[in-house]
């Protein structure tokens, strides 16, 4: 998942519950950076950052939630990134990390 956020504090916050409740494996945060987009009708900038959360499909959606409640955005980007492959030891790593039990 991408999530950009208005601020470094922000990022943290999100990333912190986000991995704190299981909801993503891990959350790296990128920052800051700089976006260009149209908002309200006009070309807006802003410095921004970028969190990178791995998580699995079927924790895609809670996770969604948790940002939109952590995130000052009207409308946040929230988007998934599809994992094309990656080796069985990290793709098990993730779904252990996101499980609801602890155990895995």
């Avoid at 494996?25 to 950052?49: F, K, N, T």
């Avoid at 000052?72 to 790593?93: C, F, K, N, R």
Wanted: charged content about 30%.
């Amino acid at each position: 998942m991408r999530v950009t956020t208005a601020d470094r504090a922000e990022a943290e916050r999100i990333r912190a519950a986000a991995v704190g409740e299981r909801l993503a494996a891990d959350a790296q945060l990128l920052g800051p950076i700089e976006s260009v987009y149209r908002w309200a009708g006009e070309v807006q900038r802003a410095e921004e950052w970028l969190l990178l959360m791995k998580t699995t499909a079927e924790r895609f959606e809670e996770l969604a939630r948790r940002v939109r409640e952590l995130h000052s955005y009207e409308v946040p980007q929230i988007v998934a990134v599809v994992l094309a492959a990656g080796t069985p030891d990290y793709l098990d790593w993730i779904r252990r990390e996101t499980s609801r039990s602890p155990a895995g």
